[in-house]
C-alpha cells in the first residue's frame, strides 16, 4: 500500500530565509503525481506545486522549487526568500489522494 | 468564479442526527473530491466522483456515510445516524480532468456532534 511520510511535524525558518520541508513516500508503481498543499490558519487549502514523476525535471513555481529524487522516493520542498505569508501547514500528497500528516512552518521575522 | 462553495460553514448537531453537508464545485470541474480532516487522521479522501459517478469510495468509513452527485453542479455528503468522532471537518474539492490535476479546495465545514 502507498504511504506519505512527513518527518518534521514543525519547522521554523526566519524572513528572507529557506527552509526545505521534507516527504517521503512508498508506492509501487512507476508513473504517479505528488502534490505539495498549504493551509494556512484559514483553513483554505491551496495547491503550491506539483511534480509528475515521469519528469526528471524538477518542478518550479517562484519561490517554491521540490528536490525529486524517485529512486530514494523522496519529494522535499524548498521555500526560498521566505515571507510572513508563508506561515501555514503544509502537506505533502499523492495521487490528490493521500496525504502526509502535515508540517507547520512558522515564519519569524 | 467563485470557487468551491461547502455549506454550511459550521454544524454543531447531537448524537443519532442526519447531517447533511452539501457541495457546490467550479462550473466545467468534472471531478470532485470529499475530504476529512482530523488532528488524529490528517487529511483523508473519503469518495472522488468524475463525470457523476462515484470512482472510488473506499475511503467512505462505514455505511453510515454517504455520498450523492445527482448532477455535475452539486454534491452532498450525507451522515446518518452521526456519531461524536464524525466531528471532523469535511472538505469538498474539485477539478478538470483526472483525478491527477489541480484540485481546488472549498472552504470546509466543521462539523461538531455531541
Known amino acids: 500500500a502507498q504511504t506519505v511520510t512527513q518527518s518534521q511535524p514543525e519547522m521554523s525558518v526566519q524572513e528572507a530565509e529557506t527552509v526545505t520541508l521534507s516527504c517521503t513516500y512508498d508506492?509501487?508503481?512507476?508513473?504517479?503525481?505528488l502534490f505539495w498543499y498549504k493551509q494556512p490558519p484559514s483553513r483554505q487549502m491551496i495547491l503550491v506545486i506539483r511534480?509528475?514523476?515521469?519528469?526528471?525535471q524538477n518542478a518550479t513555481e517562484n519561490r517554491f522549487s521540490v528536490n525529486f529524487q524517485k529512486a530514494a522516493k523522496s519529494f522535499s520542498l524548498k521555500i526560498s526568500d521566505s515571507q510572513l505569508g508563508d506561515a501555514a501547514m503544509y502537506f505533502c500528497?499523492?495521487?490528490?489522494?493521500?496525504f502526509g500528516k502535515g508540517t507547520s512552518l512558522l515564519v519569524t521575522p | 468564479d467563485a470557487g468551491v462553495i461547502q455549506s454550511p460553514r459550521h454544524e454543531v448537531t447531537e448524537m443519532g442526527q442526519e447531517v447533511t453537508l452539501r457541495c457546490k464545485p467550479i462550473?466545467?470541474?468534472?471531478?470532485l473530491f470529499w475530504y476529512r480532516q482530523t488532528m488524529m487522521r490528517g487529511l483523508e479522501l473519503l469518495i472522488y466522483?468524475?463525470?457523476?459517478?462515484?470512482?472510488?469510495d473506499s475511503g467512505m468509513p462505514e455505511d453510515r456515510f454517504s455520498a450523492k452527485m445527482p448532477n455535475a453542479s452539486f454534491s452532498t455528503l450525507k451522515i446518518q445516524p452521526s456519531e461524536p468522532r464524525d466531528s471532523a471537518v469535511y472538505f469538498c474539492?474539485?477539478?478538470?480532468?483526472?483525478?491527477?490535476?489541480?484540485?481546488?479546495f472549498g472552504p470546509g465545514t466543521r462539523l461538531t456532534v455531541l
Open positions: 508506492t509501487s508503481e512507476s508513473d504517479y503525481y
Open positions: 500528497a499523492y495521487h490528490n489522494a493521500l
Open positions: 474539492a474539485s477539478s478538470s480532468g483526472s483525478s491527477y490535476n489541480e484540485q481546488f
Open positions: 511534480q509528475e514523476a515521469y519528469k526528471q
Open positions: 466522483f468524475n463525470n457523476n459517478v462515484p470512482i472510488d
Open positions: 462550473s466545467g470541474h468534472n471531478s
